[in-house]
């Protein structure tokens, strides 16, 4: 569980990303190879604790191979022709 303010934040913004190229087409793969690219930077600008990226990493990785978080779901019914 991450707890450090700047480190939520940063899942929060990797969480959202992963979810905005879901629809945009972009599967696992390529989310991952963003992923890759954002710790990466994070780990050269020394923003946060490495411990802290480390986490970070586990949390948005289980995020991200979880499908049930890029599953639309339907805000309307759908109407029954029966």
Known sequence: MLQDTST???YQKLT???VELWNRGYRT???RIYLDGYLAALRH???IE???IHRLEEEV???LYDISNF???QTEPE???H
Do not use: E, K, Q
């Open 8 to 10: 939520i934040r940063h």
């Open 16 to 18: 959202d990303a992963f």
């Open 29 to 31: 793969d390529d989310i």
């Open 45 to 47: 600008s020394n923003t």
């Open 50 to 52: 490495p411990f802290l």
């Open 61 to 63: 990785t289980r995020y």
């Open 71 to 73: 599953i639309m779901v």
């Open 79 to 81: 109407p029954d022709y």
